[in-house]
């Protein structure tokens, strides 16, 4: 029944390049920030806008999954994502680029939620993990390129909210391949579900464990990509559209490292692999404290943004390995554990305005890091 042919795993593939989207809102909070001259504590709540939506709407999604299917989710949240990108292109204020954000945060819950699972119905089981980690390289392609865009529609088209409609372009593009596939419908998975019924499934101390891992995952992805620049700005004095580029790089060693996690997963243990890799992970954000120079500080980023690269992707297949009879209430769950970069990125410009400077973004940082260090060796045991 399962058909992995080229031509239905590659149109669901290119579905991440949408997905990575979310991520440019790391530097357009230097932007926004620049703009319309907010503080740090105030910019610390834009990521929150995409991110939100994660906790809102993931299990709401899952639920409404169930109903009406993967692929039709997938379409549903390219429409929201379409018309999001084009809000603030029309009109550009403070409110618009918010709502832009806002419309990007629920089209990309929905994507994340409908996406991960639908690969389920173009792979087999045994290369989940391997293609998810293809899904997050292509992913990490698109984050990377979010600041050079953004740079170019500054430099070239005079305005960096250009990228906008670059963005819906790509979008458009997604949702037409997607529609022309045919793509077999799910088996083996419950056709109703429920907000409780989906909760209940937090009792599993194991999946309460990976949702938890979830959660600060991506808050020490969205914290790396929003702080990269913050310190180039303030430790090396770099202009914004400088200091983008250490997201840039941030993003080329998380997708260098999605690319080689992409074929060591398939050839040993996840749980192996995340111990070793979220070791390496926290050393270097400890380093990152103390770390002056403007190469050293993007040395310790792209450490951070490789090693973490796969983490996400370990996380996600073992829970949906945990119960496949449940996937696409697990991938709800999983998804909405996203939110955490919307509750990090806060805490770190709270902490940052409460200090005096970014140190306190990275004490966050690390403090994520330390529960995945935890999550790492609990998961060996469980294993």
């Not at 966050?364 to 469980?382: D, G, H, P, W």
Request: net charge positive.
């Amino acid at each position: 029944m399962k058909n992995s042919s080229l031509g239905r795993i590659l149109p669901v593939l290119f579905g991440f390049f949408v997905m990575g989207f979310c991520d440019v809102v790391g530097i357009a909070t230097s932007y926004v920030k620049q703009d319309f001259g907010l503080s740090e504590t105030v910019a610390g709540f834009i990521p929150s806008m995409v991110f939100v939506w994660f906790l809102l709407l993931s299990i709401p999604a899952a639920v409404w999954m169930n109903r009406l299917g993967r692929k039709r989710m997938v379409q549903i949240s390219n429409v929201v994502t379409l018309v999001g990108m084009l809000i603030p292109f029309i009109d550009y204020s403070f409110v618009t680029c918010m709502a832009g954000f806002v419309l990007l945060g629920v089209g990309n819950t929905i994507l994340q939620v409908s996406l991960n699972p639908l690969l389920t119905n173009v792979v087999s089981g045994e290369r989940l993990t391997s293609m998810l980690t293809a899904g997050q390289v292509i992913k990490a392609v698109s984050s990377f390129c979010g600041p050079f865009i953004a740079a170019f529609a500054l430099g070239v088209l005079g305005e960096w909210r250009y990228l906008f409609p670059i963005f819906a372009a790509i979008t458009l593009v997604s949702t037409l391949w997607l529609m022309f596939t045919d793509i077999p419908r799910e088996t083996g998975v419950s056709g109703t579900s429920s907000l409780g019924a989906t909760f209940s499934i937090l009792k599993d101390s194991r999946i309460l464990l990976l949702f938890l891992g979830i959660f600060f995952v991506v808050g020490v992805d969205v914290g790396t990509n929003t702080v990269a620049p913050k310190l180039l700005i303030e430790r090396e004095g770099m202009s914004v559209d400088q200091a983008g580029f250490g997201s840039s790089l941030y993003f080329v060693c998380r997708t260098v490292g999605a690319f080689i996690g992409s074929f060591l997963l398939a050839k040993m243990s996840d749980v192996t692999y995340f111990r070793v890799n979220i070791l390496v992970a926290l050393a270097a954000v400890c380093v990152l404290f103390f770390a002056e120079s403007t190469a050293f500080i993007m040395v310790l980023v792209g450490c951070i943004g490789f090693f973490c690269s796969s983490i996400f992707s370990v996380i996600y297949s073992q829970a949906m390995k945990s119960r496949p009879d449940k996937a696409n209430e697990i991938s709800g769950l999983m998804i909405m554990g996203v939110f955490g970069g919307a509750v990090i990125p806060p805490v770190m410009g709270a902490l940052t305005d409460a200090i005096g400077n970014q140190t306190g973004s990275i004490a966050v940082i690390a403090a994520c890091m330390v529960y995945l260090t935890f999550c790492a060796f609990r998961l060996r045991k469980a294993c």
